[in-house]
């Protein structure tokens, strides 16, 4: 019920192509998705977030799609760069009443020029 | 602010040996997560404080681990023996409030080698 699955594990993409990270959840008590991105030596940081109200939000180069009967979200990266090369993790929460995150496994995303 | 810090950056110890992993929480935040990852098994929560009170140790894996917050500026994980398998990456991070509405900030992580 807790869980988030996170596919692909790895994914290699040429630079200007649209890498797709997915997610699945089982809990319908979830209700607010975030992502997260960590380069290497360094800790995860948040990258974009959305809430269940809304079906697609866009920061920059990053959309989130959401498909709440589905139970399901995707991190898409626009024009992909070299410099996006990292690990994605997407994860979930309860907006009230849980202070902790559930993550996914992460996905090691490299961006070849 | 400088963010979340963390010491050591590097940890080299041998089997049987007490490691100490510290954290600073950014000031004002009032949550502090303490997270390993690893490749196997990703990253994994293994206990938060909220206001220096433990909420939820259930990620805890064994006796050996323990984890103290005595301030609010200040926290602790400690191992007590180290094993190989605790080998891991170990990140905290803070917020300043519920997961659901509040953004977790992660410091750089300790690299635990345990011989």
């Known amino acids: 019920q807790q869980q988030v699955k996170q596919s692909p594990q790895s994914l290699i993409v040429q630079k200007g192509g649209i890498p797709i990270i997915n997610c699945a959840y089982e809990?319908?008590?979830?209700?607010?998705f975030p992502w997260y991105q960590q380069f290497p030596g360094k800790g995860p940081a948040l990258l974009i977030a959305i809430r269940p109200d809304v079906s697609e939000k866009k920061e920059g180069r990053f959309t989130i799609s959401f498909n709440k009967s589905a139970k399901q979200f995707s991190l898409h990266i626009m024009d992909s760069q070299p410099g996006d090369s990292a690990t994605y993790f997407c994860a979930a929460s309860l907006i009230f009443g849980n202070e902790k995150l559930t993550f996914g496994t992460g996905t090691r995303l490299t961006i070849i020029p | 602010d400088a963010g979340v810090i963390q010491s050591p950056r590097h940890e080299v110890t041998e089997m049987g040996q007490e490691v100490t992993l510290r954290c600073k929480p950014i000031?004002?935040?009032?949550?502090l997560f303490w997270y390993r990852q690893t490749m196997m098994r990703g990253l994994e929560l293994l206990i938060y404080f909220n206001n220096n009170v433990p909420i939820d140790d259930s990620g805890m894996p064994e006796d050996r681990f323990s984890a103290k917050m005595p301030n609010a500026s200040f926290s602790t994980l400690k191992i007590q023996p180290s094993e190989p398998r605790d080998s891991a990456v170990y990140f905290c991070a803070s917020s300043a409030g519920l997961a659901g509405r509040y953004e977790q900030f992660f410091g750089p992580g300790t690299r635990l080698t345990v011989l």
């Open positions: 000031s004002g935040h009032d949550y």
């Open positions: 809990n319908t008590a979830f209700d607010y």
